[in-house]
């Protein structure tokens, strides 16, 4: 309680303190604010799986770039809710230059990072993950390194709490390299991916358990079944409002997997899919690599069009807006007629030298 002298600067330098401190812990009496980062295939299904951990009775319209929602949930009664601040990125691979804009030193400390796999589309799968990852990696990590410079307790935390995911005792703590904020790696239309070969379900069902154990992250296969959903929101919710952590474990090649970050192992997983003689015909530089390379002899690389050019919105009729399509074409003309009066005084410079 506020003593008697202290002066309004006391008591909100004191409430603040308060806040900081209490950030990442429950206890406190005031709200929770969370921020989640939806990234991964282009038609994966992001949008269904955000609309129903918001319980939102919507039609999925398509991502064009990056976009906002937010959700409210309360504990319990007349406890204040919480909110969940929901990014989505569009486009597949086509806008990693839009990843910085949801990552801030603001909310760096309550981010959380779910990728979205489509099952259905193995040629694309690690490419997708590699290329959205590392260019989220390097941004949050570079966020971290901005707050450790301003509040270094809260860096240092932030690295410290991110290993609680394994037990001290857990035999591959020095073999993984866990992501910088939690994880969760989704994989999409289990329906279709079912009714696949065993063989090649079985190099993508070992290779996800790998890399999300790897990372630390949460591993859960959904489609469009209510169950499925189900239990891809309690894993999302955990992230966003705090609900308690799903300790079940479902690890059954016949079934849709289902693993909280912290719970497999190296030994559960095994090596590779692959014999020992083409394994010891590759040259990888860590086991990351090792994995990526048996994975793409398997599934070569499909090209997704890495920063490649997306459907302008301002054509897509969905968005059509008399006025503004007036203004935007009188605009284009202008642009035109620029860069041809631009394109004729370069000739006469080059002419004139």
Known sequence: MPGASDTLWDIAK?????????????????????????????????????????DRDEIPKPTLALEYTFGRRAKGHNTPKDIANFWELGGGTSLLDLIPIPITITNIRTFAVVLVLDLSKP???????????????KHVEKIITKLGQTNPKAATEMKQKIWNILPKDHPDRELIDPFPVPLVIIGSKYDLFHEFDS???????????????????????TSKSEALLLKARAVINHLAFGFDRSKSMTVDPNKP?????GLDSLAQIGPPPATDSDIGKLRAQSPMDLWKK????????????????????????QYAEYEVDLMRAQKN???????RSASKTWKEMEFDS
């Open 294 to 317: 048996v994975f793409e002899k398997a599934f070569p690389p499909k090209n997704i069009g890495v920063f490649k050019e997306v459907r302008d919105p301002s054509q897509d009729p």
């Open 123 to 137: 040629n694309e799968l690690w490419p997708t993950m590699e290329s959205l990852l590392q260019v989220t990696r």
């Open 199 to 221: 063989e090649i379900k079985k190099i993508i069902y070992k290779t996800l358990r790998f890399v999300s154990h790897y990372y630390g992250a949460s591993l859960v296969f």
């Open 257 to 261: 997997l289902f693993i909280p970050a």
């Open 333 to 339: 003309q202008e642009l035109e007629q620029y860069k």
């Open 14 to 54: 004191a409430k603040v303190e308060k806040k900081e401190n209490n950030e990442g812990d429950r206890d406190g009496v005031e709200c929770w604010e969370r921020s989640i980062f939806f990234i991964g295939n282009k038609t994966g299904g992001k949008t269904t799986i955000i609309l129903r951990c918001l």
